[in-house]
């Protein structure tokens, strides 16, 4: 929440019905075991799960951070932002994928998919919008209904697919016809006047930043296995979470701000990451016997660090001071 600042903007992420893959509960200490899908203790599936969901919000983020400090003639500010999301969703987020077991089968990551998105399409935008309404934000309404609207159209495309690939005896094809329309996301303060509508704003932006990692992973799986089609319905369906769900989400909640302010939201989330909340998931992981996804966490709180110490860097070069926690 913003009030709770940066660290909680990305690190606290409710999991409550937005993702269907996540799994709650704790679980008590076992012996030692190798992570793989169900294997590993529930408390560190909780925690490995709540920390995708951070590294996927900071993948979008940066993303539009970077447009931002190119907007600002920025380059070098542009570039690290760029190089740091693609670790958060190339190295962090996979690798935590694979600790969970979150890509399976193609017919899985189907129904899975369709899971989150009838979820997002029936309850979570339907109540979002009807909030927004009696908050007196309309556009936020409208843009909850035409979210809502898109995502009951992926879960019929998803649905489609998955009775094309494991009925032979249908004439159903996987369907392609997705197409993103991209949205710039400009930098401002909020443009809803309910908390409300903040909070829920923040709240699917986070859902679009983990749909748009997790259907990036099913593409790739099934381009691997030999399905073009349904990697181009996975990656087209991902790229409207990012550019045009995520985007409008943003530009609503006021997520993009100047480039210094962004980089020291930037090293505060890092830096807590780094600090406290990876060391700390390392720890109950191997206290669990989750011996290689403590490893895992551990080196990405390295990483973490590493990163706050690169944006440090850049605000030094802007002649800027960040403020420092009292």
Not at 266 to 286: D, F
Request: with cysteine.
């Amino acid at each position: 929440m913003r009030s709770r600042g940066f660290v909680c903007w990305r690190a606290c992420l409710t999991t409550a019905g937005v993702v269907t893959f996540l799994a709650a509960g704790v679980g008590s200490a076992t012996a030692a075991r190798v992570p793989h899908g169900d294997d590993i203790d529930p408390s560190t599936r909780t925690n490995v799960s709540n920390a995708m969901q951070g590294e996927a919000l900071a993948h979008v983020k940066y993303r539009a951070y970077a447009k931002q400090a190119d907007r600002e003639n920025l380059p070098d500010v542009a570039e690290l932002y760029r190089r740091t999301a693609q670790t958060e969703l190339r190295e962090h987020f996979t690798e935590q994928a694979k600790v969970i077991g979150l890509v399976g089968g193609n017919a899985a990551n189907l129904r899975a998919s369709t899971g989150g998105e009838s979820y997002e399409a029936t309850t979570m935008y339907k109540e979002f919008a009807e909030q927004a309404k009696a908050d007196g934000d309309r556009e936020a309404a409208r843009l909850f209904s035409e979210v809502g609207q898109d995502e009951a159209n992926h879960r019929e495309k998803f649905l489609q697919a998955e009775k094309a690939i494991t009925n032979r005896a249908s004439r159903a094809t996987i369907p392609t016809d997705v197409q993103a329309k991209p949205v710039e996301i400009q930098a401002g303060p909020p443009k809803v006047s309910s908390r409300r509508t903040l909070d829920n704003l923040r709240t699917a932006m986070k859902g679009e930043a983990l749909a748009y990692a997790k259907y990036t992973l099913y593409g790739d799986k099934a381009r691997e296995s030999g399905q073009p089609r349904l990697a181009k319905l996975f990656h087209r369906t991902a790229a409207v979470e990012r550019t045009e769900h995520f985007a409008e989400h943003a530009n609503l909640a006021g997520a993009v701000r100047d480039t210094a302010t962004n980089l020291c939201a930037t090293i505060k989330g890092e830096t807590h990451e780094g600090t406290q909340m990876y060391p700390n998931y390392a720890r109950q992981a191997s206290a669990a016997g989750d011996t290689e996804a403590a490893k895992v966490l551990s080196d990405t709180a390295k990483d973490e660090l590493k990163h706050a110490k690169a944006f440090s860097g850049e605000v030094s070069k802007l002649g800027k001071q960040c403020a420092t926690p009292s």
